[in-house]
């Protein structure tokens, strides 16, 4: 079946600009999870949404970063007046049943973006 | 706080020979870890997970272990092939469903 995707592949921006990121989990998974991954840096963890709880928004690093998902699948993760420090790729996962916690991680290509 | 430690330099290795990799964490006790592979460009794929009360887990040609006392994971290729050059990635359990990585041990199999 269909994986997790991304998109766009790769966005370019100017500094000051908003961006919005997508992501259509595979069907039928009710976690889904954003992470950052920059040069250099290891995958960071940004926003979790399990059902129709409220998410966990512990790892978003400033108030300039806003995630939503409709209708338990797609989501969007937004980024307000974008800065350089925001370049990285920006990686979304998907997982069956977070209720078991060792549950795998299914994830999508990507969406490198760049903060002229 | 929770650290996760891999080993930052590549490891490169001859076709053939086994591939061990490391992860470390301190100052907690995760009740499973999971591995991960990652190839340029791509996400990560999840490999294997093992538990606290399992001393060892095996898939085709890799291997894991889990060493509660030192803290420590081993992640083993054996029989290594060209094909299997990526960057490897530990996810201890945190006690959150996010996963916290360690920074990935590039790995590059010569032919």
């Known amino acids: 079946g269909a994986g997790v995707s991304q998109s766009p592949s790769n966005k370019v921006t100017e500094k000051g600009k908003d961006v919005e990121l997508r992501c259509d989990p595979i069907s039928g998974h009710t976690a889904l999870y954003w992470y950052r991954q920059s040069l250099g840096q290891g995958l960071e963890f940004l926003i979790y949404f399990q059902g129709n709880s409220a998410p966990d928004k512990s790892g978003l690093p400033s108030d300039r970063f806003s995630a939503e998902r409709t209708g338990g699948s797609v989501s969007t993760l937004t980024i307000q007046r974008t800065q350089q420090e925001d370049s990285a790729v920006y990686l979304c996962a998907s997982s069956l049943d977070p209720g078991v916690v060792s549950d795998e991680q299914f994830f999508g290509p990507g969406t490198r973006l760049t903060v002229l | 706080s929770q650290k996760i430690e891999q080993n930052s330099e590549a490891l490169n290795i001859q076709e053939g020979k086994t591939a061990t990799l490391t992860c470390n964490y301190t100052?907690?006790?995760?009740?499973?870890l999971q591995w991960y592979r990652q190839d340029p460009g791509r996400g990560p794929v999840f490999l294997l997970l093992?538990?606290?009360?399992?001393k060892e887990k095996r898939k085709e040609r890799l291997k894991v272990t889990f060493d509660t006392t030192l803290k420590q994971s081993l992640f083993h290729i054996t029989a290594s092939q060209p094909a299997d050059s990526a960057t490897y990635l530990c996810a201890p359990d945190t006690g959150r469903r996010a996963l916290t990585f360690g920074s990935g041990t590039r790995l590059q199999v010569q032919p």
């Open positions: 093992i538990r606290e009360n399992e």
């Open positions: 100052n907690y006790s995760p009740a499973y």
